[in-house]
């Protein structure tokens, strides 16, 4: 009975020995990582492609309805508030809660009008003294 010539090797491999180093192993380990990375970079380039296709549409479709980039908006917007803050010491009305200040008192008075306007004259009468 003849012994294979592998088959030692293997059991030494399975026992726990160490393995034979290819010569060639760090060669190819260096090929495998430069194959990542340039399918790395391929994937990243395709994904650009995609995004940049995609961004043209929604431009198009802004175009078209006259809608705005959110960031353009909301930096609009905040032009608008530091104009409108400029040289004043009060914050804008904008920043105002509703329901607090001077308004809510002419409101009020406006509603009491409203509902004396509907009253009959005599009870008019009554609720003006």
Known sequence: MSK????????????GGEEEKDPDAAKKEEERQEALRQQEEERKAKH???????????QTIRDK???KKKEEKEA????????????SLTRPKKA???GCGDDDEEDEESILDTVLKFLPG???DMFKK
Do not use: F, H, S, W
């Open 76 to 87: 609009e917007e905040k032009a608008a508030m530091e104009q409108a803050c400029e040289g």
């Open 65 to 67: 309805y006259g809608l």
């Open 96 to 98: 105002i809660p509703r």
């Open 48 to 58: 650009a492609r995609m995004e940049a296709e995609r961004e043209k549409v929604r």
């Open 4 to 15: 294979k010539p592998g088959a030692t090797k293997d059991m030494g491999k399975m026992l």
């Open 122 to 124: 005599p009870l008019q």
